[in-house]
């Protein structure tokens, strides 16, 4: 018998950091995020008899992207451990239980690769002792919109988002002004940002998304580095209204939204610098599994 599974990646357009429970549990969580067609692939075989196993994993994108590549391949892993997946309940579930393994690995995150994985579409999360997902629904015209508009690249430089998540938890607890102001505020421009995609008010959309990358950077020095911000000078003189870097930043992805009409301008300047861009064709099945 052979098992194979498969679940998207994510783009955090806001509220990132917000979902990890020592923010969550204490001030509430919120996260604007959306499942991407780039995927974690799992496969497990059993021999004739069930003598033998084969597990096997591979993936379209790097380690290190800040797309929550990492979680996405423990969802992969669980759903071939549990086989059965046949509800939205189900999948919470592995969302959920993904978290727990990491959490048991000592692993310093949040809950939405996990939950984004799982459940795709585009969600706003909301974060306390437990999660709340709302499915954020658009029409045709509007997700068509917002896919031409997204430029997505990967900077080719992987980041380790525990260094960076030691340092901004380090200064939360201590009580540093900046960096608990600048969570707050990304938690709220999460919940803008809904209502501007909801009402297809883009303009707002990709200002916010700038925001919330302005707040992330006030988190720690780490977030963002040289090459970053020659990169983000260049996509602005190219089209460029908002952009931030995926997941904990310091590497990995950077995700922009254009002016109309301006994608393959900002695509074509960012690919002259040699970074890769990865389509942006948003993924509404979330994790899938199938038997042969």
């Not at 430089?157 to 525990?162: A, D, E, F, K, T």
């Not at 460029?240 to 301006?262: H, N, P, S, T, W």
């Amino acid at each position: 018998m052979k098992l194979t599974s498969r679940a998207p990646v994510r783009i955090d357009f806001a509220g990132g950091w917000t979902d990890v429970p020592i923010f969550a549990e204490s001030a509430g969580g919120a996260v604007l995020n959306a499942a991407v067609a780039q995927y974690v692939y799992g496969e497990m075989e059993t021999g004739q008899d069930g003598n033998g196993i084969r597990v096997s994993y591979n993936s379209d994108l790097p380690a290190g992207s800040g797309l929550g590549t990492s979680s996405a391949l423990n969802v992969v892993w669980l759903s071939l451990v549990q086989s059965r997946i046949s509800s939205r309940e189900d999948k919470e579930r592995i969302a959920e239980l993904a978290y727990n393994l990491e959490s048991v690995l000592g692993i310093l995150g949040g809950k939405q690769d996990q939950y984004a994985a799982a459940l795709g579409g585009i969600n706003l999360m909301r974060f306390t002792d437990k999660v709340t997902v709302e499915s954020v629904e658009l029409d045709d015209q509007a997700v068509t919109e917002l896919e031409t508009r997204l430029v997505l690249c990967y900077t080719g430089q992987s980041r380790l988002s525990g260094n960076i998540h030691d340092n901004v938890w380090g200064a939360f607890r201590a009580g540093k002004n900046e960096t608990v102001r600048a969570l707050y505020r990304i938690r709220e421009i999460a919940v803008l940002m809904t209502d501007a995609l909801r009402h297809s008010e883009w303009e707002r959309f990709g200002g916010l998304l700038q925001e919330n990358w302005e707040n992330q950077k006030c988190l720690d020095a780490s977030v963002t580095n040289e090459r970053i911000e020659t990169l983000f000078e260049l996509a602005r003189g190219n089209g460029a209204i908002g952009g931030k870097a995926g997941g904990a930043g310091g590497g990995g992805c950077l995700v922009f939204f254009a002016e109309k009409g301006r994608s393959t301008e900002l695509t074509d300047a960012l690919s002259a610098t040699g970074v890769r861009i990865i389509p942006c064709k948003l993924d509404f099945q979330g994790l899938t599994i199938s038997r042969e």
